[in-house]
């Protein structure tokens, strides 16, 4: 799938997580659904650079390029539903079939 992006409120958010409330990282990156050690990083830069660690240094993006985004996203999206509704069909036909039973 390539390289996720974090928007800049969770990335402060999960790092606020592990140094104010002292939740470990692995478990503040399962619980918000983080790519593994990449949180370990946001950390590192937060104690380097305080609060502009994570702050917005690109211009917004052109209406177009924006457009292109959410195409691409959204065409990501209807791949992961398509495989999910997928999984269930499979899933829903014996349940005792994959259960171990």
Known sequence: MGNRR?????????????VEEGLGIREVERNLGITFGVLKGWVQKH???????????????????????????????????DILKKAVAIFSTDPHRYSGS
């Not at 917004?60 to 959410?70: F, I, Q, V, Y």
């Open 6 to 18: 974090y928007d800049s409120d969770l990335k402060r958010e999960a790092v606020r997580m592990v």
């Open 47 to 81: 104690q380097n650079h305080q609060d502009a660690a994570f702050s917005s240094r690109s211009a917004p993006e052109s209406p177009e390029a924006e457009l292109k985004r959410l195409r691409k996203e959204n065409e990501r999206l209807q791949r992961e539903r």
